[in-house]
């Protein structure tokens, strides 16, 4: 009888241990080798659907530019219902100007809060947890 209960065949219990184990290496081999191509397989399916995806995204993003543009021409063209056309094309692109203005300097305030690029919390809670144990180890 096995160790789980079961009796053994005549084959098995002829069987060299050596040649189990050799059998059980290469089946693990193939095992490991089947779920690598699997893996693989998958991988291969997600890129492809990540790349219709941004795809798809940058797609909606250049829309979403037209579409501001022709908002903006919309707006000139409002204007210029009660005034001449270069005026109210000035005042529009003043208005945009003044925006990315604002955008801009707002943008270079949360990139300076930012940098530098390192995790400055956790080197210093590295470094006191460094200190500390080097502490303890010459008590």
């Given at each position: 009888?096995?160790?789980?209960?079961?009796?053994?065949?005549?084959?098995?219990?002829?069987?060299?241990?050596?040649?189990?184990?050799?059998?059980?290496?290469?089946?693990?081999?193939?095992?490991?080798?089947?779920?690598?191509?699997?893996?693989?397989?998958?991988?291969?399916?997600?890129?492809?659907?990540?790349?219709?995806?941004?795809?798809?995204?940058?797609?909606?993003?250049?829309?979403?530019?037209?579409?501001?543009?022709?908002?903006?021409?919309?707006?000139?063209?409002?204007?210029?219902?009660?005034?001449?056309?270069?005026?109210?094309?000035?005042?529009v692109t003043a208005v945009l100007a003044a925006v990315t203005v604002l955008m801009a300097v707002l943008g270079k305030r949360q990139i300076g809060k930012?940098?530098?690029?390192?995790?400055?919390?956790?080197?210093?809670?590295?470094?006191?947890?460094?200190?500390?144990?080097?502490?303890?180890?010459?008590?």
């Open positions: 009888m096995t160790a789980e209960g079961s009796p053994r065949t005549d084959s098995e219990a002829q069987e060299p241990i050596g040649d189990l184990v050799q059998r059980a290496s290469q089946q693990l081999s193939q095992l490991v080798r089947d779920e690598m191509r699997l893996a693989q397989a998958e991988m291969t399916e997600k890129g492809k659907r990540f790349g219709k995806g941004g795809g798809l995204l940058g797609g909606a993003g250049l829309m979403g530019v037209l579409t501001l543009q022709a908002l903006v021409a919309t707006m000139i063209a409002a204007l210029s219902l009660v005034m001449d056309v270069w005026a109210s094309a000035l005042i930012a940098s530098p690029p390192a995790p400055e919390q956790t080197i210093n809670s590295v470094k006191a947890d460094v200190a500390e144990i080097k502490e303890k180890a010459h008590r």
